[in-house]
């Protein structure tokens, strides 16, 4: 069994910045790659970054480019997603996911304020 859990949105100003982790349990984490998406109010489920297992390949969405830093640590199980430069269109709810599957965590809501 895979849990996720997400922690460190919260409410920022603009030009702000948070950093987010995503714990995992389960054996498989080390093996697979992670992702983080954001389903911001109104709007489509949009895959934000993923990382492949062992950290060497790494993808954005060109929203975020620049911005936005994921980086993993096996050895704690946990995937982390540093948001740099906040603006208000990033305003949503984070979620975690072990990439192409079923497993998703609960989600943290980030709030940036113009």
């Known amino acids: 069994q895979v849990q996720l859990v997400e922690s460190g949105g919260g409410l920022v100003q603009a030009g702000g910045s948070l950093r987010l982790s995503c714990a995992a349990s389960?054996?498989?984490?080390?093996?697979?790659?992670m992702a983080w998406y954001r389903r911001a109010p109104g709007k489509q489920r949009e895959l934000v970054a993923h990382?492949?297992?062992?950290?060497?390949?790494?993808n954005y969405a060109d929203s975020v480019k620049g911005r936005f830093t994921i980086s993993r640590d096996n050895a704690k199980n946990t995937v982390y997603l540093q948001m740099n430069s906040l603006k208000p269109e990033d305003t949503a709810v984070y979620y975690c996911?072990?990439?192409?599957?079923?497993?998703w965590g609960q989600g943290t809501q980030v709030t940036v304020s113009s």
């Open positions: 990382i492949n297992s062992s950290g060497g390949s790494i």
């Open positions: 996911n072990v990439y192409y599957t079923v497993y």
């Open positions: 389960g054996s498989i984490f080390s093996h697979s790659a």
